[in-house]
Each structure stands twice: as structure tokens, then as C-alpha cells.
């Protein structure tokens, strides 16, 4: 199914069925609501618009001053194909990411994985916080994306305070 205009078509025929506006719909009003609730309950980050994707990944940064002035970013990204949940830090651009994936190369990172420098790769640092989530439970995955957000916020600061006297 090389031909752009047959995959069209079969795009059309799940359409038609419904249930994939209905989820790509919850998954963005999902998204919505973490980050107006992070943003409002977080006043001392910057945070960033949703970014709604390509029905790959959707997400939004939640950024700390401290991490922002090495122009550093953390995003929230629901990875639609996956359907799992991961926080990863990221650079303001590829320079930047490139600096920090050398800096932080070889350190402990706790969970966490360093990303590869490639097309495509907008990652310094991975986690997976949830994998196939329960969304018929939003209030409970909320809280648990919440705090593994925070709490990997937490981690980096600590990280970057011992690579670069954050």
C-alpha cells in the first residue's frame, strides 16, 4: 500500500467508523487538561503550548528557570503508536541538544535514558512514566503523570547542578 491515494481511502474508512475522532478528541482534551493543571499549579514554569502532532506524538513543555537559562526544556509526550507516556528533557535547538548529550554522557541518570543524536530525535533524556495508561481513570493517570513530571524535573536540576553548577 505504497500509493498515497489508497491509504487515503482506508483513512476515510476508519473515519467513517468513528471511534478515531473520538479518540484522538479525548486524547487532546487529556492533554489540554494536564497542561492547564500543571501550568496553574506550577506558576514558577514556563509552560508551552500543546503541540497536537501528526497523530505520532502530542505534547507540551513545563520548564523551571533553572533549567530554561541553559535553555533547556522538559515535555510532557503522549507517543500515539506506543500508546505510553514519556517526560524528556530537551534542548532549545540541536547545537544545544548536541552540547548536553556530550556533557551528560557516561553520568548515572537514574532511570532514565540518554538519547542519540539523529534526524528525528528531539530528546536529550527519556523516561517512560506510563505505558498503555488507563484513561478511564483521568484523575489518577493525571496525578501519576503529574508527579513523574515533577519528580523528573527534580532529577535533572540535581543532574545538571553537578554537570554545569546549575
Not at 62 to 75: M, N, S
Not at 125 to 136: C, G, L, V
Not at 157 to 166: I, R, S, T
Amino acid at each position: 500500500m505504497d500509493n498515497l491515494n489508497e491509504k487515503i481511502k482506508r483513512y476515510n474508512d476508519e473515519l467513517k467508523k468513528g471511534y478515531l475522532q473520538d479518540a484522538y478528541r479525548g486524547i487532546m482534551e487529556f492533554m489540554s487538561g494536564i497542561r492547564t493543571h500543571l501550568a496553574e499549579g506550577h506558576t514558577e514554569m514556563a509552560a508551552g503550548a500543546l503541540y497536537q502532532g501528526y497523530m505520532d506524538m502530542t505534547f507540551f513543555t513545563i520548564t523551571p528557570e533553572t533549567l530554561k537559562k541553559q535553555r533547556l526544556k522538559v515535555a510532557l509526550v503522549y507517543l500515539h503508536e506506543l500508546n505510553s507516556f514519556e517526560v524528556w528533557l530537551s534542548g532549545a535547538n540541536r547545537q544545544v541538544q548536541s552540547d548536553f548529550l556530550r556533557l551528560l554522557k557516561g553520568r548515572d541518570l537514574t532511570g532514565c535514558k540518554l538519547s542519540e543524536a539523529a534526524p528525528g530525535i528531539d530528546s536529550i533524556i527519556s523516561k517512560t512514566i506510563a505505558e498503555d495508561p488507563d484513561f478511564s481513570d483521568m484523575e489518577s493517570l493525571r496525578t501519576r503523570l503529574q508527579d513523574e513530571a515533577m519528580r523528573f524535573i527534580a532529577d535533572m536540576e540535581g543532574l545538571l547542578k553537578d554537570a554545569v553548577n546549575l
